[in-house]
């Protein structure tokens, strides 16, 4: 991303962290003094919201323009590999919030979505997006004062969010990516046998491909390797087990599929940034 104000300087940055935990998302908030310029081909899906009084912006996506005025809260969507850029020569406050493109994927296969493609936007409002996006700035800014839970549980909104109301499914299916009927029967057979090993060539043959072209197909359609797929489901297992209590740390890590309670606790901090006993 480049961005500058009216003297050629960057803006002031009231917030730039990132969460000590795999969220997937990022969260910044900039202020421009006079004047701002902002341009960007970005890795990251970016959500832009504007946070001043009512102003004029010209804007640029993809090609197209658009000048318009904005009031506070009015979003543009800008989906990764695509060309955008704003100005405006009036102070601005913006806040940007970046998803990795394997989050929403993430997000889109959990939701029976698995070809959604974020939508380019240009402006507009989405009043429940912004007040997540509000709450990810105090948080960042404030240095996490509520801890990674809040953190995650809000992002995970955010992201399911924007699957819903701001991407879109072609219409035909996409060449090189599994289809849902082949994910789904790779879901299940994961759940069948969490307790077990779980090769990638058995869930290859599930899919009717080579070992080697399944990991690449699945990793463009869900947005991570085959054995994180696997981690992330015996995650999800464990975590509803830790919730409802009825078992302990060492018999969940058995039953779904970790090698001991160790491991298991190492996954949820490098996930969720928290001990186990701290889940909620």
């Not at 104000?5 to 003094?33: I, T, Y």
């Not at 695509?82 to 998803?99: F, H, Q, W």
């Not at 004062?145 to 819903?164: D, F, I, K, M, Q």
């Not at 299916?173 to 082949?182: E, M, N, T, Y």
Request: with cysteine.
């Amino acid at each position: 991303m480049r961005w500058a104000q009216k003297d050629g300087n960057p803006p002031q940055m009231l917030c730039a962290e990132h969460p000590p935990v795999e969220s997937g998302v990022a969260v910044l908030q900039a202020r421009f003094e006079s004047a701002a310029h902002f341009s960007a081909t970005s890795g990251q899906h970016l959500i832009f919201f504007q946070m001043s009084p009512r102003l004029r912006m010209q804007c640029r996506m993809a090609g197209r323009t658009l000048r318009h005025e904005v009031d506070a809260g009015s979003l543009a969507i800008c989906p990764a590999g695509v060309d955008c850029s704003a100005e405006t020569d009036c102070s601005i406050d913006v806040l940007v919030i970046a998803i990795a493109p394997e989050k929403l994927a993430l997000a889109a296969a959990e939701d029976s979505a698995l070809d959604a493609r974020l939508n380019e936007r240009m402006s507009g409002y989405d009043g429940e997006l912004f007040g997540t996006a509000r709450l990810l700035a105090s948080e960042s800014a404030n240095g996490y004062p509520n801890g990674p839970g809040l953190w995650n549980e809000a992002t995970g909104r955010l992201v399911n969010h924007v699957v819903s109301g701001h991407s879109s499914i072609p219409d035909a299916p996409v060449r090189g990516r599994l289809s849902r009927q082949v994910l789904q029967g790779i879901r299940d057979h994961i759940f069948d046998h969490l307790a077990e090993p779980i090769e990638v060539g058995d869930l290859a043959a599930l899919a009717g491909r080579s070992a080697f072209h399944f990991s690449r197909v699945f990793a463009r359609s869900v947005g991570m390797t085959p054995h994180r797929y696997v981690v992330h489901l015996r995650l999800q297992a464990a975590l509803r087990l830790i919730r409802d209590g009825q078992m302990s740390m060492a018999e969940i890590a058995a039953d779904t599929g970790f090698s001991d309670q160790s491991h298991l606790s190492r996954w949820i901090r490098r996930v969720h940034g928290v001990a186990p006993s701290e889940l909620t």
